[in-house]
């Protein structure tokens, strides 16, 4: 990185919290130059998301900037006022947010909110701003983009909803991107290619970036500066290569050694092979599912065709790019959705055919208990005007679990297994950040006893730690209950960590499946192989004189 004049400036900064007395961010500094990137990196709570906010003047109002200075070249961003700041945002700054679930207009079309910052800086008329919605979305590796536009958010999977965030954000062309978790949602070749993306742009235009992140691989692999943050302060900070090869502090270690993408090998439970091996018949199967939303020439929208098994007390993987079906197959196999054609039987349950009469009632009661569903999103999982209390309190209600003298000890209980303390019990949603979130909807699944668990993207929102924590968690739960899960994922390296067997899927079909370390050793197909080529690899050579240290480099190339 070049030794020019900082394009952002952010000096001894704090911002403080009216409920909290602790401040949330404490004497953080750092820089973005120009045409490069600074990424932001930490466990959920660090204060990264609260700094990036900071910066683009849009802390909420019990949030105030009690000391230091940001500066985005000459102008002091911390003094300006709110007519001031609509100058900034979007034509000098562009900001790209961590949840596209909650950051769309779901009553306005993708190329209305794309083209909105365009009309409001009146950069250009309604027939121009059609052709450079158009490119924008070709830019950022949407398919169809002629479509696309006219579509609204929730037509749209939740990695191209991430990519219309980008593209808005980018319309203006600033000089400075920040990126709150912008790949978080999106699978391994289409965070490439928005990576190639923020490359090119920063090659072309001399954009800087601030990148927020808890995938410590991108980081490694993009950023040329890393600010390690935790308890809102920098613990270090330095060029990437450095903090890579030579962490200087036993909390970056721990980041580091968390990180699926950076393991050298799988923690998966010795007996996953003779579970396999024994198994008389699956606990999962499905035949030939079809649930189709939409067809063209060369995709289908949705699953067509696609038969696979799951054995009782294992965990299959289920990877592919965004719009590949997965989720698709996800809400079929919890029961939402009923099979066009095609049978899926969970134990003795087939979601075949309708379910009429007391007794068939009575028996998907049931299924509902065996099997539940990990959404993606957990801002919209959860009810925003609930406490944690009731949203862990209401499966056990509907469910008969317990009495209502012992439902708080089992509420308690599901909370501290995803290390989340007692003191989250009175909260509401808004109150948590994403990956505590993502706890909170991982407890209320676990509290009601099930067999079968579907994770659908469970772990995408979770910084590595909390991550690493939850997948031994889920590693132990099943080993001590039997549980079966099936792990759907854009995360190819937590895939590896976690799964027994894998189908990985393309337009809707299933084009290849099977034990995850030959699979991912020797990939039968060219999507696999693209998928796996395209798996962030840290850099760790960055700077002159500084060696790779094997065990993470080995850890890249495998």
């Known amino acids: 990185m070049t030794e020019s004049a900082a394009l952002l400036s952010v000096e001894d900064l704090s911002v403080a919290y009216s409920q909290s007395s602790a401040p949330a961010v404490d004497g953080v500094s750092f820089a973005v130059r120009a045409g490069s990137m600074t990424a932001v990196v930490g466990e959920s709570g660090s204060g990264k998301s609260t700094t990036a906010n900071a910066v683009i003047g849009l802390l909420p109002e019990s949030a105030q900037l009690t000391d230091g200075h940001i500066r985005l070249g000459e102008v002091d961003l911390g003094s300006l006022g709110a007519g001031a700041w609509r100058g900034i945002r979007g034509s000098r700054i562009g900001y790209v947010p961590q949840d596209p679930g909650s950051s769309l207009n779901p009553l306005q079309t993708i190329g209305r909110s794309v083209a909105e910052a365009l009309r409001i800086h009146r950069r250009a008329d309604r027939k121009s701003a059609r052709a450079q919605v158009i490119e924008l979305l070709t830019k950022v590796g949407i398919d169809r983009p002629q479509l696309r536009a006219d579509q609204f958010p929730h037509e749209l999977s939740g990695g191209m909803r991430q990519r219309v965030l980008i593209a808005s954000a980018i319309a203006l062309q600033p000089r400075l991107l920040i990126a709150d978790e912008p790949t978080s949602a999106l699978d391994v070749t289409v965070q490439k290619q928005v990576l190639d993306l923020l490359d090119g742009l920063r090659d072309e235009t001399g954009m800087g970036v601030l990148f927020i992140t808890h995938d410590l691989a991108v980081a490694g692999e993009r950023a040329d500066e890393v600010v390690v943050m935790e308890s809102g302060r920098v613990v270090e900070a330095g060029p990437a290569a450095q903090i890579f090869s030579r962490p200087a502090t036993g909390y970056t270690s721990r980041l580091l050694a968390d990180a699926p993408a950076l393991k050298t090998k799988t923690?998966?439970?010795?007996?996953?092979?003779?579970?396999?091996?024994?198994?008389?018949?699956?606990?999962?199967?499905?035949?030939?599912?079809?649930?189709?939303?939409?067809?063209?020439?060369?995709?289908?929208?949705?699953?067509?065709?696609?038969?696979?098994?799951?054995?009782?007390?294992?965990?299959?993987?289920?990877?592919?790019?965004?719009?590949?079906?997965?989720?698709?197959?996800?809400?079929?196999?919890?029961?939402?959705?009923?099979?066009?054609s095609g049978h899926i039987r969970v134990g003795d349950f087939d979601t075949a055919g309708p379910v009429r009469g007391r007794a068939a009632r009575a028996r998907l009661r049931g299924f509902r208990r065996t099997v539940q569903l990990v959404h993606q999103n957990p801002y919209s999982a959860l009810d925003p005007k609930h406490s944690i209390r009731q949203i862990l309190t209401e499966p056990l209600r509907n469910f008969r679990i317990g009495t209502r003298a012992s439902r708080p000890s089992l509420v308690a209980e599901a909370l501290d297994r995803v290390a989340l303390s007692s003191d989250f019990l009175d909260r509401r949603p808004a109150e948590l950040s994403g990956g505590q979130l993502q706890r909170v909807a991982i407890a209320r699944a676990l509290i009601a006893g099930p067999e079968l668990v579907v994770f659908d993207e469970a772990v995408s929102?979770?910084?590595?730690?909390?991550?690493?924590?939850?997948?031994?968690?889920?590693?132990?739960?099943?080993?001590?209950?039997?549980?079966?899960?099936?792990?759907?994922?854009?995360?190819?390296?937590?895939?590896?960590?976690?799964?027994d067997t894998v189908s990985v899927m393309s337009q809707g079909h299933l084009i290849e499946h099977g034990v995850t370390e030959d699979l991912f050793a020797r990939p039968r197909t060219d999507c696999t192989r693209t998928l796996l080529d395209a798996i962030p690899r840290p850099v760790l050579l960055h700077g002159a004189g500084i060696d790779e240290t094997p065990t993470l480099l080995a850890a890249a190339e495998g």
């Open 267 to 340: 923690h998966r439970r010795s007996t996953a092979t003779d579970a396999l091996a024994e198994a008389k018949s699956p606990f999962v199967s499905v035949e030939a599912l079809t649930q189709v939303y939409a067809r063209s020439d060369d995709q289908v929208s949705g699953v067509e065709d696609v038969s696979l098994h799951v054995e009782r007390g294992t965990t299959h993987g289920v990877v592919g790019e965004s719009g590949s079906g997965k989720t698709t197959m996800g809400k079929a196999l919890a029961g939402f959705l009923t099979p066009q």
């Open 461 to 499: 929102a979770l910084d590595v730690t909390v991550q690493a924590q939850i997948l031994t968690l889920l590693d132990d739960l099943q080993t001590d209950l039997g549980l079966t899960y099936v792990f759907i994922s854009h995360d190819l390296a937590v895939v590896r960590q976690i799964a």
